[in-house]
C-alpha cells in the first residue's frame, strides 16, 4: 500500500514531524505522558499517519535533584513521608519531544522511535527536588492509522 496524497494527488514519502504533547499527569508516582506522533506528505505537509501515544514511568525518589544531598536519617525521613503519600509532586513537559526513525531497509520493518522529556518536581521542608526525565517508545510504521 503506497502513501498517495490528495492534495497532492500522487504517491509521496512521508516525514516525521516532532510528536505533540497533549498532557504530562501524575497519579500518586506514575507519570503519564499523553501524546500524537505524526507523520506528513514531504511535499505538501498534510497529515498523512498519526499514532496516539499514552506512556507511563514511575518516578523513584532517590533519582531527584537534591536526594543525594540529604543525609542519612533526612533521606529516611522524606522516604517515610513519599511512602504515606504525603508529598505533592507537579510534573510539566520537558520540551524537546522528538522522533527518530530507523530500520526499513530490506526485509527489516521501519520502526519509529519517540522520546517525550517531562519534569518533576516537588519541595519539601523548605527543600526543592527535581527529575528530568523521559519515556520512550518503539512503534512500526505500520502501527500508524491513516488520516485521510
Given at each position: 500500500?503506497?502513501?498517495?496524497?490528495?492534495?497532492c494527488?500522487?504517491?509521496?514519502?512521508?516525514?516525521?514531524?516532532?510528536?505533540?504533547?497533549?498532557?504530562?499527569?501524575?497519579?500518586?508516582?506514575?507519570?503519564?505522558?499523553?501524546?500524537?506522533?505524526?507523520?506528513n506528505?514531504?511535499?505538501?505537509?498534510?497529515?498523512?499517519?498519526?499514532?496516539?501515544?499514552?506512556?507511563?514511568?514511575?518516578?523513584?525518589?532517590?533519582?531527584?535533584?537534591?536526594?543525594a544531598?540529604?543525609?542519612?536519617?533526612?533521606?529516611?525521613?522524606?522516604?517515610?513521608?513519599?511512602n504515606?503519600?504525603?508529598?505533592?509532586?507537579?510534573?510539566?513537559?520537558?520540551?524537546?519531544?522528538?522522533?527518530?526513525?530507523?530500520?526499513?531497509?530490506r526485509?527489516?520493518?521501519?520502526?519509529?522511535?519517540?522520546?517525550?522529556?517531562?519534569?518533576?518536581?516537588?519541595?519539601?521542608?523548605?527543600?526543592?527536588?527535581?527529575?528530568?526525565?523521559?519515556?520512550?517508545?518503539?512503534?512500526?510504521?505500520?502501527?500508524?492509522?491513516?488520516?485521510q
Open positions: 500500500m503506497g502513501n498517495r496524497c490528495e492534495q494527488s500522487k504517491f509521496v514519502s512521508l516525514e516525521t514531524a516532532e510528536p505533540e504533547i497533549n498532557s504530562v499527569d501524575i497519579n500518586g508516582t506514575t507519570v503519564t505522558v499523553d501524546a500524537r506522533s505524526v507523520r506528505c514531504a511535499e505538501c505537509s498534510t497529515e498523512m499517519k498519526s499514532l496516539d501515544l499514552n506512556e507511563d514511568h514511575e518516578l523513584e525518589l532517590d533519582k531527584f535533584e537534591g536526594w544531598d540529604l543525609g542519612e536519617k533526612r533521606q529516611e525521613q522524606l522516604r517515610e513521608a513519599w504515606a503519600g504525603q508529598i505533592e509532586v507537579e510534573v510539566e513537559d520537558g520540551g524537546g519531544a522528538e522522533t527518530s526513525e530507523g530500520g526499513g531497509s526485509y527489516q520493518k521501519n520502526i519509529l522511535t519517540t522520546t517525550l522529556p517531562f519534569t518533576a518536581k516537588f519541595s519539601w521542608e523548605g527543600l526543592d527536588f527535581t527529575f528530568n526525565g523521559s519515556v520512550t517508545c518503539e512503534h512500526a510504521a505500520s502501527e500508524y492509522d491513516d488520516c
